[in-house]
């Protein structure tokens, strides 16, 4: 896809990720994921993009700073991530992720982490190009 931009993701952002989310999982969102979603987007300090496509958005990543744990000082977690799936495989949850490695890089975090279930083929093989 060409011409998507990378931007922070804003509070307005919630509901189109909502349907995105919704879309990747073929079922009905938790009632409070997009109130989850606009508390990321009033961070100040985390780094949350969206993918944006001629005024739509058809991506995002959510990740989160977490101090102090197992023995780390301060480390990032990529929470959730998702592309519109008539817009995936085309780089957009790559550069998503590359704007989050350098927001982490230039505030000194040096470790980004995830989970992903065991069986989720797609996600492994996604973050495995990353580098996890």
């Given at each position: 896809?060409?011409?998507?931009?990378?931007?922070?993701?804003?509070?307005?952002?919630?509901?189109?990720?909502?349907?995105?989310?919704?879309?990747?999982?073929?079922?009905?969102?938790?009632?409070?994921?997009?109130?989850?979603?606009?508390?990321?987007?009033?961070?100040?300090?985390e780094a949350c993009f969206v993918a944006e496509h001629r005024g739509k958005v058809v991506g995002f990543m959510i990740s989160y700073i977490l101090t102090a744990g197992f023995g780390e000082t301060k480390s990032a977690?990529?929470?959730?991530?998702?592309?519109?799936?008539?817009?995936?495989?085309?780089?957009?949850?790559?550069?998503?992720?590359?704007?989050?490695?350098?927001?982490y890089q230039v505030a000194g975090i040096e470790n980004v982490y995830t989970t992903v279930r065991w069986d989720s083929t797609d996600l492994l093989s996604f973050f495995k190009t990353l580098g996890f």
């Amino acid at each position: 896809m060409e011409n998507f931009q990378i931007r922070r993701l804003k509070v307005e952002d919630a509901e189109a990720i909502t349907k995105i989310y919704a879309a990747i999982t073929r079922r009905p969102v938790e009632p409070n994921f997009q109130r989850v979603v606009e508390t990321h987007a009033q961070s100040g300090e985390e780094a949350c993009f969206v993918a944006e496509h001629r005024g739509k958005v058809v991506g995002f990543m959510i990740s989160y700073i977490l101090t102090a744990g197992f023995g780390e000082t301060k480390s990032a977690w990529i929470a959730t991530v998702g592309v519109d799936p008539d817009c995936m495989g085309q780089g957009i949850g790559a550069e998503m992720a590359q704007k989050i490695f350098e927001v982490y890089q230039v505030a000194g975090i040096e470790n980004v982490y995830t989970t992903v279930r065991w069986d989720s083929t797609d996600l492994l093989s996604f973050f495995k190009t990353l580098g996890f």
